[in-house]
């Protein structure tokens, strides 16, 4: 076979016409011999990338699949195609592993799947060394971090492919891309040489929109729904059972069929509301991120976020399950300041080792970015990612509705030093008052009304200094403190600031009325 194409064996093989992304170029690559870290999100064809070229070079392609309960069904599929593929895992008897061990001696397989733990074995690893292989294929890949949920400890020794056979081509595969997740695979791998491909990320359908929160938020959720998504099947995600709880009941008084699903209901009432959103028409499930995992419903037309995703990543993700056909769908997020203190409040009560808090920081402050950037959403998303969109996408908020910023030196300045004078141990809500001026009773207490900040914040009203203060705890300017009290206090990054030594823009957020109307998908 090995003067065939990987086109041929696409059409021939496989039945289809023409290949997608980067497939071919990734097939190519690893036929003549290199190693490789393919990231591509789910569907988008990964399998191809590590069958056709095992298919081409002689000797078997080891799999490694942590998913015992999928690889009959691969495997199966295979065989349909008339492609030579077996799998070996716990599950088989003695005569049925004896069966494939000397069909992998008589070199009749192209493909074998394995779990990895079957990698620790010596005597397997020894049976590999006496037969030809064409590759290693690692899929799932990202089970080899440490940080994931997915973390398989049997991963972790995969590196053993690497020093036992250097001169296999080894291809990793995974759908999770951001890029902690895809340094430690590449140190863990041993995959410093491999060639890293990013494509298939985009979702043009979906328009992504990032609202700034008015409390109560569920107003203005209300507000968008109404505006733009009547009896269109949506999710709606919450950060806690309660809010849960809370904002499914007032969607269902205000005539929508709102469904709550968290971890603290029954099996039973999870499942039916599962299966009533999938089913029937214009549900909107109200969730904790426990929804959304294996479903495949590809009419949601919305998803909408009341609290901030964990990171840019469960973002993509959650998003991603609007627009599933194809067609016009909303991301929208409504994002406060007080969603960037609680965030940052969890970071600093975090109990992880220190290299592990420094990689949710960096995942913190992709996300904040990505709420506070005046750029294409969708070019920061895919950056994150590593898949560049070279044009701006023309469907998001930021390039429907560009939002003005402007030379906020003077009004950073006037906060920072607020909270300076103020002793650096007071919540937003008090520093905003003593900028414009307030006679409340406990700023008479503290003597604030003697300082010099005091009442020079009047130009601003109180949703334009808490976006101020947004930008500047989002920017690193300034900090919660761990007590839980949310007082600010300045950081390093502040000084140069107050000094005027650098200068700052800052964005404009919409003023409340003109806010819910904008965007109405057009
Ligand atoms: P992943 O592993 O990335 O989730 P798969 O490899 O299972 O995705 O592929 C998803 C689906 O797309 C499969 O049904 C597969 O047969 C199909 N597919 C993959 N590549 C192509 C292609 N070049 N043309 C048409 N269909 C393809
Ligand atoms: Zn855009």
Same mark, same amino acid.
């Given at each position: ?12 093989? %496989? ?68 492609? *030579? ?51 290693? =294929? ?26 036992? %056979?250097?001169?296999?081509? *080894?291809? =990793? ?27 298939? %990320? ?15 938020? *569920? ?8 505006? /733009? ?38 099996? +039973? ?68 300041? +007080? ?11 975090? /109990?992880?080792? /220190? ?45 429907? +509705? ?18 300076? *004078? ?101």
């Amino acid at each position: 076979m090995s003067d065939d194409t990987p086109a041929h064996i696409l059409r021939r093989v %496989f039945g289809y016409e023409h290949f997608r992304g980067h497939q071919e170029t990734i097939i190519q690559h690893v036929m003549a011999g290199g190693d490789a870290l393919v990231l591509m999100p789910t569907g988008g064809g990964k399998s191809l990338c590590y069958q056709i070229p095992a298919l081409l070079r002689s000797g078997v392609g080891v799999v490694i699949s942590p998913l015992i309960a999928l690889m009959q069904d691969q495997v199966d599929a295979l065989l349909q195609l008339g492609i *030579r593929a077996a799998f070996l895992n716990s599950s088989q008897d003695s005569a049925q592993t004896r069966q494939i061990v000397q069909q992998l001696r008589q070199n009749a397989l192209d493909l074998l799947y394995v779990a990895p733990e079957r990698l620790n074995n010596p005597r397997f690893l020894e049976f590999l060394d006496s037969l030809p292989l064409a590759l290693f =294929a690692i899929d799932e890949a990202h089970c080899v971090s440490q940080w994931g949920h997915d973390f398989r400890p049997d991963y972790a020794r995969l590196s053993i492919l690497h020093e036992r %056979f250097p001169h296999i081509p *080894r291809i =990793a595969l995974t759908a999770t891309a951001d890029k902690p997740t895809r340094r430690e695979i590449i140190s863990r791998l041993g995959l410093e040489n491999a060639h890293v491909f990013v494509t298939g %990320f985009d979702r043009p359908n979906i328009r992504y929109r990032i609202t700034q929160k008015r409390p109560p938020a *569920r107003q203005q959720l209300l507000s968008f729904l109404n505006a /733009e998504h009547r009896g269109d099947a949506g999710i709606v995600y919450c950060l806690s059972r309660k809010k849960v709880e809370e904002v499914a009941e007032f969607l269902t008084v205000n005539g929508w069929t709102a469904l709550p699903y968290h971890a603290g209901l029954s099996n +039973e009432l999870r499942q039916q509301h599962q299966n009533r959103f999938l089913r029937e028409e214009g549900i909107v499930i109200v969730a904790t991120i426990a929804f959304g995992m294996g479903i495949d419903k590809p009419n949601v037309r919305f998803v909408a976020h009341l609290d901030l995703p964990k990171s840019l990543e469960a973002y993509y993700q959650e998003t991603g399950r609007a627009g599933r056909d194809g067609l016009p769908a909303n991301a929208w997020l409504a994002y406060g300041l +007080e969603d960037v203190i609680l965030l940052r409040k969890l970071l600093s009560n975090s /109990e992880a080792d /220190e290299q592990h808090k420094r990689l949710e920081q960096q995942k913190l402050e992709a996300l904040l970015g990505y709420c506070e950037t005046t750029q294409c959403r969708r070019q920061v998303l895919l950056a994150y990612f590593g898949d560049d969109l070279v044009e701006p996408c023309g469907n998001c908020d930021s390039c429907l +509705e560009p939002s003005a910023t402007y030379d906020g030196l003077e009004v950073a300045q006037k906060a920072l030093s607020c909270i300076y *004078r103020t002793g650096q141990r007071f919540g937003v809500n008090y520093l905003i008052e003593v900028l414009q001026g307030k006679g409340i009773d406990r700023i008479i207490q503290n003597g604030h009304q003697y300082l010099s900040t005091y009442g020079i914040g009047s130009e601003l009203s109180t949703d334009q200094w808490r976006s101020v203060f947004r930008q500047l705890v989002a920017g690193g300017f300034a900090s919660v403190d761990i007590e839980g009290h949310g007082g600010l206090f300045l950081t390093e990054k502040a000084r140069p600031l107050l000094r005027g030594e650098t200068s700052i823009r800052l964005r404009k957020d919409s003023p409340r009325a003109t806010a819910e109307k904008k965007l109405i998908r057009n």
